[in-house]
C-alpha cells in the first residue's frame, strides 16, 4: 500500500472498507464476490505498469474494472485482490476525421465517445444498452455488442490497435493504426473478450464511420412469439441491412410498461423494433420491412412519426434490463443461434420455462440470433431458484444443440465458466489455458474467470 500510494498519491489509493464493499460487484446476479484488499485508480499507462510490477511482485491479484456494467461477473473482486479501475483513463486522445481513427484511454465512457466523434461527422457504431455507463476498456474486454450491430458489427470489428501492461510488467503495442495490415498473429483480437485475464488495456486506437443518414423506426406487433421471430429472420434474409433489428415478447413488453410508462402495447404476443439509417431511402427500407412483417402475421406496423417518438421505442428497448430487476431475481441467457434456428430456439425456451415452472422473459438483438432469455425468479424460494438454475443451463445446452453460443456478447466471467469447456470442448479449452499461461504465468489477471 506504500508502494502503491508512494506512486499513485493518496487519493488514487482506496482501502476504506466501505467503498470496497460497493465495488465488489458488477451488475450479474448469482455469482461470488471476495472481499478485496484495496482499489486504485491510475491515471496514466505508466502507473497501470506500476500497479502491476508491485502486484506481481507480491502474488496479489488483480481485477481490472471499468464500470461495472459486466453481466458475467467479469469484473467481480476476488478475496484479496487489488482492484483496478479505469475511471481516471478517461481521456480521448485524438479524433482523426482524415484516419477516421479515435485513440482513446480506456476508461472513456461509450457514449461520450459516440458524441465526440459526432460533433466531427463521424460514428463509433458498438452501442451496447449500457452505453451511458460502460466503458470503452470493459467493452473491448468482453467484445460488447449493441444494437446496431446488426449492421455495423461489434467491437472487435472497430478496435484496430491496442496498448496492453503485460503481467510482466511490460508494455504491448498490438495492431495497427492503418484500416489494413496483417503482420504476425492478431494479438489484438485475441485481447478482445479476454475479460481482463491477459493484460490492462491502456489505449486503444478504434475504427470511426463517416455519421449514418437520418434514421426512420418502426414497432410490428405480432399475436405470437413465433411470428415475430418468423418475421424478423424473413426481414434479415431479404437482403435489407436494417441498422436495428430488436425483439421484445410480452412478458418483456409489460414489464417496461410497469417500469416506466413508455405507451407499448401489453395484449400482444410479440414486437419487433426496426430501423433503417440510409436517408432518403430509409422510408422504402421501413416499407419493405412493414411488407415483411405483415405477410408474416403482424397485426400493426406503426411507423414512429419524429425523432423523438425513435429514440422513445429505442429507450424502451434499452431499459430491458432494469425493467426486469424489479420482477425478482433475473438470470439472464445471452445465446446466439444461426438466425434460421430462432424459431426452434424460441419454442425450445418456451418448453423449458414450462418445464421448470419458472417465468422466461424473451427480449433480444434478434437481427443477430441473439437472444436473452432471461430467467425471472423470487430469491426467497430456495425450490424455485433451483429450478430457475437448471432451466438457465438447459437454455445453453440447446443454444449449443442448434448450432449457437452459450455468449452472444456477455462473456463467460464466473456466470458460464463451468459451461465453457462444453462449447470449446477439450482440446479447445487446453488451448484457451496454455494461452493464459503463455501471456500471464502467474495467473495475475482476473484469476478464476472464464477459466475455472
Ligand atoms: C443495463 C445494461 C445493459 C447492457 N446491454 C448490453 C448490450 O446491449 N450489449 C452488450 O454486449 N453488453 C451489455 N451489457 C453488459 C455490459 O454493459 C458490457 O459487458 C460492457 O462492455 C461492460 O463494460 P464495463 O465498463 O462496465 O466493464 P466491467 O463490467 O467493469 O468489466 C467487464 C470485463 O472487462 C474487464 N475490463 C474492463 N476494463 C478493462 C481494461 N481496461 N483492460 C482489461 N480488462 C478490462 C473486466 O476485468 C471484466 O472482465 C449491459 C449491461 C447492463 C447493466
Given at each position: 500500500m506504500d508502494r502503491l500510494r508512494s506512486v499513485l498519491g493518496d487519493d488514487a489509493v482506496v482501502d476504506d472498507p466501505d467503498v470496497l464493499d460497493s465495488h465488489r460487484n458488477d451488475h450479474a446476479k448469482f455469482c461470488t464476490a471476495g472481499m478485496p484488499r484495496a482499489l486504485v485508480r491510475p491515471s496514466s499507462t505508466a502507473e497501470v505498469v506500476e500497479v502491476v510490477r508491485a502486484a506481481g511482485e507480491l502474488g496479489v491479484p488483480i481485477v481490472t474494472q471499468g464500470?461495472?456494467?459486466?453481466?458475467?461477473?467479469?469484473?467481480n473482486a476476488i478475496d484479496g485482490c487489488l482492484l483496478l479501475s479505469t475511471t481516471r483513463m478517461t481521456q480521448i486522445l485524438e479524433v482523426s476525421a482524415e484516419d477516421q481513427v479515435a485513440v482513446v484511454q480506456p476508461g472513456v465512457v461509450n457514449a461520450q465517445l459516440s458524441r465526440a466523434v459526432l460533433e466531427q461527422g463521424l460514428f463509433y457504431p458498438p452501442d451496447p444498452s449500457s452505453w451511458e455507463q460502460s466503458t470503452i476498456g470493459g467493452n473491448i474486454a468482453t467484445n460488447a455488442g449493441g444494437l446496431c450491430c446488426v449492421k455495423y458489427g461489434v467491437t472487435a470489428d472497430f478496435v484496430r490497435g491496442l496498448e496492453v501492461v503485460l503481467a510482466s510488467g511490460e508494455v504491448v503495442r498490438t495492431g495497427r493504426r492503418s484500416a489494413k495490415g496483417v503482420a504476425g498473429y492478431d494479438l489484438t483480437r485475441l485481447i478482445v473478450g479476454s475479460e481482463g485475464t491477459l493484460g490492462v488495456v491502456t489505449e486503444a486506437t478504434l475504427a470511426l464511420r463517416p455519421a449514418p443518414e437520418a434514421a426512420l423506426t418502426a414497432a410490428a406487433t405480432f399475436l405470437s412469439i413465433e411470428d415475430g421471430i418468423a418475421a424478423a429472420a424473413a426481414v434479415m434474409a431479404s437482403g435489407l441491412r436494417p441498422s436495428l433489428l430488436e425483439f421484445l415478447d410480452q412478458p418483456t413488453l409489460r414489464a417496461i410498461q410497469d417500469y416506466r410508462d413508455m405507451g407499448l402495447p401489453e395484449d400482444v404476443g410479440s414486437m419487433l423494433l426496426a430501423q433503417s439509417?440510409?436517408?432518403?431511402r430509409a422510408a422504402d427500407d421501413v416499407a419493405r420491412i412493414a411488407e415483411i412483417c405483415t405477410a408474416h402475421g403482424a397485426v400493426d406496423v406503426a411507423e414512429a412519426s419524429d425523432a423523438e417518438e425513435s429514440r422513445m421505442l429505442l429507450e424502451a428497448r434499452r431499459l430491458v434490463n432494469s425493467a426486469l430487476e424489479?420482477?425478482?431475481t433475473t438470470l439472464i441467457d445471452d445465446v446466439a443461434v444461426p438466425r434460421s434456428q430462432l424459431v426452434t430456439l424460441l419454442r425450445g425456451i418456451a418448453e423449458i420455462g414450462a418445464k421448470y415452472d419458472v417465468l422466461i422473459c424473451c427480449p433480444g438483438h434478434v437481427g443477430d440470433g441473439n437472444m436473452h432469455p432471461t430467467v425471472v425468479f423470487d430469491p426467497a424460494d430456495a425450490a424455485a431458484e433451483a429450478r430457475a438454475l437448471e432451466a438457465f443451463g438447459a437454455v445453453m445446452q440447446l443454444g449449443l444443440r442448434l448450432g449457437?453460443?452459450?455468449?452472444?456478447?456477455?462473456?463467460?466471467?464466473?456466470?458460464?465458466a463451468r459451461w465453457l469447456e462444453t462449447e470449446l470442448g477439450p482440446i479447445g479449452l487446453d488451448l484457451h489455458r496454455r494461452i493464459k499461461a503463455a501471456f500471464d504465468p502467474g495467473n495475475l489477471f482476473n484469476p478464476g474467470k472464464v477459466l475455472l
Open positions: 464500470a461495472r456494467t459486466g453481466l458475467s461477473g467479469a469484473a439509417d440510409r436517408g432518403l424489479p420482477l425478482g449457437g453460443t452459450i455468449t452472444g456478447e456477455h462473456g463467460i466471467g464466473t456466470l458460464k
